[in-house]
Structures are given as structure tokens and as C-alpha cells.
């Protein structure tokens, strides 16, 4: 049994002996992407090429994570891949990840890579909670997270539930309150309304310049003892060392920033930090395994490393990147502007477009009503001189009439000597004629005058006629489809822009222009702080009604404790360093 274990193990030996290859994948927080490797390849060799894949320069903040048992590592540089613990299986998978977190990463971070990364990975701790983050900053974290996804606001693109399937939100903030998904995405959106007019670089900067002040951002806990014995929590992160009780990840008990550290060495599990001032006493702690003790120490010496590097001149490395940096924030600034302009031309020519559609429209409305009218006068006028023609026909029918009366009349009167009976009732029947006639004749008369009348009608029905021709024509020649607010050749007809009219020329000028913008906000720094604590405090008034304190999590409790107090991670640090180190030595020892 022993002899053929034995030879297994010899036979997988000389496998990996022959083999000159292994493959590697390296998981980013973006994409996966697979290598093959060399044996005879460092760490460093396998980093610089996924450095090199990235297009990343800022490596110093990186590093090559794996997981070993129930912790984490990270690959050494200095050593052969296969000579450490990682995984034996291939491809070995390997995650690419920040190790090392700036102060404040407006200063320090450069390439627009490096601060995706972090925005990315910064983004998963606090949605994973690894980072505790308060509901209030949350919303305003998500709508940032939002622009850098979708760009700036449209109503008409963006309605509501378009972020229906995105992760935003801890899970533990959506359950602290009693709000439907709607009004959620209804809050971030408002918030996602302001930042209209910042691009995907900024609005992820913006995302991490608040999530740096947050408690736990940026740093790494691990369980220690003292020398009493008692649990406690040790923090590492760009600052310094700080020392929690298990239960609060928030509030250091003490903290010792890296100036003040000389040296960090451990002994098995035993861990000792000496302080600058030779005056105060080593001190020491116990962690639970040697294996993370090895990693606190990468941690440590990283970090020491980066705080002193920061208060250093930079490198002339570090100067170029800087300066190619402001070089390419000074073109894409110029070229955002010129997109500006561009989008307000289009913008402008667009409306003018519809103004003149929507006038175009207007004088088809009354080009339309103008023919009805005449249409109308024409069918008056037909009316008209058909009822003049009737008229006439009826007095001449009437003047027929009376002729004929005056006939009967005279008929009437040679006949009357005959008798002076039939004289008497031949004048009473002639005096009924002679009414008769008169009546006739006054409704003659009358019809004559009405007939006039019409014939004047007519007359003024054609002339009606003559003006809604004469209006239809000019409603015609007005037609021309210019605005009054533009000239002529403001718009083509295919509302295409002209490269050579919109083109811009980066000039010296411009990098003048550019440096005195940016001195401008150095100088308006404090009021966007302020405007940020005011918009924090505004979302938590809106929401608090809402809030469900029976689930509030011990750090909820701790966070709104500290806001009360007016205790803020900057303010905290400074005041738990303006003791001794001596004696927040002996207060860490009495813990």
C-alpha cells in the first residue's frame, strides 16, 4: 500500500516536471480572463502581466487574492506561483482585488481604471455589508451607482422601473423600513436627477469620496488578545492600527497611526508593534493562528509603506502618470464641451424644427378654414341670387295682377250706369277692388324692396367671396417655412452640423481655463461638504417616518448613537490620538 502511494506521488511529481505550463484565471471585478503561465513564474511576473492586460499603472494598490481554508491570502511576489498555497486545481482561479485603499482618493488615485476598480469593488462590500453603510448615504450612494451606469437623467428613457432588476440597496437597509421597491427607485431617482451634467468618472468618484468616510471603509478586522486575555478587534487600514471591542466594528477603543509605529514583527502567534518614542513600552497581542499573523503583517508593512510614501514627494513615475492624467482630463473637459455645444445646437435646431412643423400645422388650419369659408360664401351667394330671382318673378307676378285689377276695375265702372242698384253694389265691389289694389300694390312695392335688398346681399356676398380669396392667397404666400426667431440659412433642411463649424481647437488657453476651474473647486470644497451633509440629513427626514426600529442591527444603534454625539470617523481618529502613545499603550493593555 505504502510502496504504491508512493509511486503515485513520484509518478505526479514527474508530471508536473514535464510540464512547462500551468493556466491561471484571474476573476477582476469586471471580467474573467485566463493565462498560461510558466513554472518558473513569480508572483510578480503573474501580476505584471494582468497589470499589463489591464492597462494599470497604479499597482501598488492591487495584489492577487486566493482563499486558503477558512481565510484569505495573498500571492508574494517574490516566490514562484506553484511554491505557495494556492489552489492545486486548474485553471487556479486567483481575484484580482485592491489590497490597499487610499486616504483620500480624489488625491491619490489617477488612472480612471484604478478608481473603477475601487468604485466596483467599494460598491460590493456595501451591498455584500461588509462595509456598514446608513440608509440615508445608501440612497445616495445608489443614485450615483446609477448615473455611472446610465448616464444623465431623461424622463422620457428612464421611467419608472427601469431599475426594477439592479442591485442598490443592502438588504438591511430595504427591510429597516416599511417602502415598496416604487418607492425606492423613487427616492434614487430624485437623487439621480441632480447629478444631470457629470460623466461616468465623476459620478464614480463622487460614489467613493462618500463611501471613504464611511466607518469601516478600507479596513481589515481580525480577533486578538491582549495580556489580560480579553477578545478584541484589531483594524488595519491606510491610517494606522485602531483596536475595537468584538461588537462594535464602528468606534475604535484607541488607535496608533503609522508615524508613530517603528517596527512590527510577530513569534508564532504572538504579535509585537514597538512605538517611535523609545520611551514607551512594546506591546503586544495574540491572534489565533500563524497564518494570520503573516497576513496582518503584509497588511501592516503595505500600508506603513503607502502612508509614508503619501507625505514624500512623488516618484517621477507617479509625477508623469499625474500629469498625463490632468492632460486627459484637460481634453476630455474640452471635448465633453464641445459635445455640449454640439447637443445644444442639435437641441436648438430641433425645437426650431418643431416651432416651424407646429407653425407649418397652423397655417394648414387656416388655409383649411379659409377655403371653408369661402366655400360657405360661394353657397350664400348661390342663395341669394336664387331668392332675388323668385323675388322677381313675384313681383312681376303681382304687377300681372294688379293689371288685371285695374282692367276689372275700369270693366266694372262701364258697367255700373246700368243700374243704380247695380251701380251701388259695383262701387261697393270696386271699393273692395281699389283696397284690394292698394294692397297689392303696397306688397308690389314691398317685394321690389326686398328684391333690392337681396341683389345688395348678393353684392356683398361676392364681395365676402373676393376677400376670403384674396386672404387664402396671402395665407399662401406666408407659408414659407422660416421662424420669425431664425434666420434663413440657420437650420438645413437635413439638420445636419457641419464638422468645420463645430470643430475646436485645444489651446494653451484652455489648460489656463481648465487649472483656474479646477483651483475653483478646491476653493468650493467645503460648501459641497456641507451641501452633502445637508442632502444626507434631508433623505433621512424623508424616510425616517418609515423606518421599523425593532430591526435595527446593533451597528444601526452604535451609527445613530455616534451621529447624536456628533462623533464622525475624521473627528474620532483625532481625538483618540491627541493621548500619549504611552498612554493609549497602557489603556490597550488594560482592555
Same mark, same amino acid.
Given at each position: 500500500?505504502?510502496?504504491? +502511494?508512493?509511486?503515485?506521488?513520484?509518478?505526479?511529481?514527474?508530471?508536473?516536471?514535464?510540464?512547462?505550463?500551468?493556466?491561471?484565471?484571474?476573476?477582476?471585478?469586471? !471580467?474573467?480572463?485566463?493565462?498560461?503561465?510558466?513554472? &518558473?513564474?513569480?508572483?510578480?511576473?503573474?501580476?505584471?502581466?494582468?497589470?499589463?492586460?489591464?492597462?494599470?499603472?497604479?499597482?501598488?494598490?492591487?495584489?492577487?487574492?486566493?482563499?486558503?481554508?477558512?481565510?484569505?491570502?495573498?500571492? $508574494?511576489?517574490?516566490?514562484?506561483?506553484?511554491?505557495?498555497?494556492?489552489?492545486?486545481?486548474?485553471?487556479?482561479?486567483?481575484?484580482?482585488?485592491? &489590497?490597499?485603499?487610499?486616504?483620500?482618493?480624489?488625491?491619490?488615485?489617477?488612472?480612471?481604471?484604478?478608481?473603477?476598480?475601487?468604485?466596483?469593488?467599494? $460598491?460590493?462590500?456595501?451591498?455584500?455589508?461588509?462595509?456598514?453603510?446608513?440608509?440615508?448615504?445608501?440612497? +445616495?450612494?445608489?443614485?450615483?451607482?446609477?448615473?455611472?451606469?446610465?448616464?444623465?437623467?431623461?424622463?422620457?428613457?428612464?421611467?419608472?422601473?427601469?431599475?426594477?432588476?439592479?442591485?442598490?440597496?443592502?438588504?438591511?437597509?430595504?427591510?429597516?423600513?416599511?417602502?415598496?421597491?416604487?418607492?425606492?427607485?423613487?427616492?434614487?431617482?430624485?437623487?439621480?436627477?441632480?447629478?444631470?451634467?457629470?460623466?461616468?468618472?465623476?459620478?464614480?468618484?463622487?460614489?467613493?469620496?462618500?463611501?471613504?468616510?464611511?466607518?469601516?471603509?478600507?479596513?481589515?478586522?481580525?480577533?486578538?488578545?491582549?495580556? &489580560?486575555?480579553?477578545? +478584541?478587534?484589531?483594524?488595519?487600514?491606510?491610517?494606522?492600527?485602531?483596536?475595537?471591542?468584538?461588537?462594535?466594528?464602528?468606534?475604535? $477603543?484607541?488607535?496608533?497611526?503609522?508615524?508613530?509605529?517603528?517596527?512590527?514583527?510577530?513569534?508564532?502567534?504572538?504579535?509585537?508593534?514597538?512605538?517611535?518614542?523609545?520611551?514607551?513600552?512594546?506591546?503586544?497581542?495574540?491572534?489565533?493562528?500563524?497564518?494570520?499573523?503573516?497576513?496582518?503583517?503584509?497588511?501592516?508593512?503595505?500600508?506603513?509603506?503607502?502612508?509614508?510614501?503619501?507625505?514624500?514627494?512623488?516618484?517621477?513615475?507617479?509625477?508623469?502618470?499625474?500629469?498625463?492624467?490632468?492632460?486627459?482630463?484637460?481634453?476630455?473637459?474640452?471635448?465633453?464641451?464641445?459635445?455640449?455645444?454640439?447637443?445644444?445646437?442639435?437641441?436648438?435646431?430641433?425645437?426650431?424644427?418643431?416651432?416651424?412643423?407646429?407653425?407649418?400645422?397652423?397655417?394648414?388650419?387656416?388655409?383649411?378654414?379659409?377655403?371653408?369659408?369661402?366655400?360657405?360664401?360661394?353657397?350664400?351667394?348661390?342663395?341669394?341670387?336664387?331668392?332675388?330671382?323668385?323675388?322677381?318673378?313675384?313681383?312681376?307676378?303681382?304687377?300681372?295682377?294688379?293689371?288685371?285689377?285695374?282692367?276689372?276695375?275700369?270693366?266694372?265702372?262701364?258697367?255700373?250706369?246700368?243700374?243704380?242698384?247695380?251701380?251701388?253694389?259695383?262701387?261697393?265691389?270696386?271699393?273692395?277692388?281699389?283696397?284690394?289694389?292698394?294692397?297689392?300694390?303696397?306688397?308690389?312695392?314691398?317685394?321690389? $324692396?326686398?328684391?333690392?335688398? +337681396?341683389?345688395?346681399?348678393?353684392?356683398?356676398?361676392?364681395?365676402?367671396?373676393?376677400?376670403?380669396?384674396?386672404?387664402?392667397?396671402?395665407?399662401?404666400?406666408?407659408?414659407?417655412?422660416?421662424?420669425?426667431?431664425?434666420?434663413?440659412?440657420?437650420?438645413?433642411?437635413?439638420?445636419?452640423?457641419?464638422?468645420?463649424?463645430?470643430?475646436?481647437?485645444?489651446?494653451?488657453?484652455?489648460? &489656463?481655463?481648465? !487649472?483656474?476651474?479646477?483651483?475653483?473647486?478646491?476653493?468650493?470644497?467645503?460648501?459641497?461638504?456641507?451641501?452633502?451633509?445637508?442632502?444626507?440629513?434631508?433623505?433621512?427626514?424623508?424616510?425616517?417616518?418609515?423606518?421599523?426600529?425593532?430591526?435595527?442591527?446593533?451597528?444601526?444603534?452604535?451609527?445613530?448613537?455616534?451621529?447624536?454625539?456628533?462623533?464622525?470617523?475624521?473627528?474620532?481618529?483625532?481625538?483618540?490620538?491627541?493621548? !500619549?502613545?504611552?498612554?493609549?499603550?497602557?489603556?490597550?493593555?488594560?482592555?
Amino acid at each position: 500500500m505504502a510502496s504504491a +502511494l508512493a509511486a503515485k506521488m513520484g509518478l505526479n511529481s514527474l508530471m508536473r516536471r514535464q510540464a512547462r505550463t500551468f493556466d491561471v484565471r484571474i476573476c477582476t471585478m469586471e !471580467s474573467d480572463m485566463e493565462f498560461s503561465c510558466e513554472v &518558473k513564474w513569480k508572483g510578480k511576473d503573474l501580476f505584471d502581466l494582468v497589470c499589463r492586460t489591464l492597462g494599470l499603472r497604479e499597482t501598488w494598490f492591487f495584489g492577487l487574492q486566493y482563499s486558503i481554508k477558512d481565510t484569505v491570502a495573498w500571492l $508574494k511576489m517574490e516566490k514562484k506561483v506553484l511554491d505557495q498555497e494556492v489552489p492545486k486545481e486548474e485553471p487556479i482561479t486567483l481575484y484580482f482585488l485592491a &489590497k490597499f485603499y487610499p486616504e483620500n482618493a480624489e488625491e491619490e488615485l489617477v488612472q480612471d481604471i484604478t478608481q473603477h476598480l475601487f468604485f466596483l469593488q467599494v $460598491k460590493r462590500k456595501i451591498l455584500e455589508e461588509e462595509i456598514h453603510c446608513p440608509p440615508e448615504a445608501s440612497v +445616495l450612494l445608489a443614485s450615483y451607482a446609477v448615473h455611472a451606469k446610465y448616464g444623465d437623467y431623461d424622463p422620457n428613457v428612464h421611467k419608472p422601473g427601469f431599475l426594477a432588476e439592479e442591485e442598490l440597496l443592502p438588504k438591511r437597509v430595504i427591510n429597516l423600513y416599511q417602502m415598496t421597491a416604487e418607492m425606492w427607485e423613487e427616492r434614487i431617482t430624485a437623487c439621480y436627477a441632480e447629478h444631470r451634467g457629470r460623466t461616468r468618472d465623476e459620478a464614480e468618484m463622487e460614489y467613493l469620496k462618500i463611501a471613504q468616510d464611511l466607518d469601516m471603509y478600507g479596513v481589515n478586522y481580525f480577533l486578538i488578545r491582549n495580556k &489580560k486575555g480579553t477578545d +478584541l478587534l484589531l483594524g488595519v487600514d491606510a491610517l494606522g492600527l485602531h483596536i475595537y471591542e468584538p461588537d462594535n466594528r464602528l468606534t475604535p $477603543k484607541c488607535s496608533f497611526p503609522w508615524n508613530e509605529i517603528r517596527n512590527i514583527s510577530y513569534s508564532d502567534k504572538e504579535f509585537t508593534i514597538k512605538p517611535l518614542d523609545k520611551k514607551t513600552n512594546v506591546f503586544k497581542f495574540n491572534s489565533s493562528r500563524l497564518r494570520v499573523n503573516k497576513l496582518i503583517l503584509q497588511l501592516c508593512i503595505g500600508n506603513h509603506d503607502l502612508f509614508m510614501r503619501r507625505r514624500r514627494v512623488d516618484s517621477i513615475e507617479v509625477q508623469q502618470m499625474k500629469a498625463q492624467a490632468r492632460e486627459e482630463r484637460a481634453r476630455k473637459q474640452v471635448e465633453r464641451q464641445r459635445l455640449q455645444r454640439e447637443k445644444q445646437l442639435r437641441e436648438d435646431a430641433e425645437r426650431a424644427r418643431d416651432e416651424l412643423e407646429r407653425r407649418l400645422i397652423q397655417l394648414q388650419d387656416e388655409a383649411h378654414m379659409a377655403n371653408e369659408a369661402l366655400l360657405r360664401s360661394e353657397q350664400t351667394a348661390d342663395l341669394l341670387a336664387e331668392k332675388a330671382q323668385i323675388a322677381e318673378e313675384e313681383a312681376k307676378l303681382l304687377a300681372q295682377k294688379a293689371a288685371e285689377a285695374e282692367t276689372e276695375m275700369q270693366r266694372i265702372k262701364v258697367t255700373a250706369i246700368r243700374g243704380q242698384e247695380e251701380r251701388r253694389l259695383m262701387e261697393q265691389k270696386m271699393l273692395e277692388t281699389e283696397m284690394l289694389a292698394l294692397k297689392m300694390a303696397e306688397e308690389s312695392e314691398r317685394r321690389a $324692396k326686398e328684391a333690392e335688398q +337681396l341683389k345688395q346681399d348678393l353684392q356683398e356676398a361676392r364681395q365676402s367671396e373676393r376677400r376670403a380669396k384674396h386672404k387664402l392667397l396671402e395665407i399662401t404666400t406666408r407659408a414659407v417655412y422660416t421662424s420669425p426667431g431664425l434666420p434663413p440659412n440657420s437650420m438645413p433642411p437635413d439638420l445636419s452640423f457641419s464638422r468645420e463649424n463645430l470643430s475646436f481647437d485645444f489651446k494653451d488657453t484652455d489648460m &489656463k481655463r481648465l !487649472s483656474m476651474e479646477i483651483e475653483k473647486e478646491k476653493v468650493e470644497y467645503m460648501e459641497k461638504s456641507k451641501h452633502l451633509q445637508e442632502q444626507l440629513n434631508e433623505l433621512k427626514t424623508e424616510i425616517e417616518s418609515l423606518k421599523m426600529k425593532e430591526r435595527e442591527t446593533p451597528l444601526d444603534i452604535i451609527h445613530n448613537q455616534n451621529t447624536e454625539q456628533g462623533t464622525s470617523k475624521q473627528s474620532n481618529f483625532k481625538k483618540l490620538t491627541l493621548q !500619549s502613545t504611552k498612554s493609549r499603550v497602557a489603556f490597550f493593555e488594560e482592555l
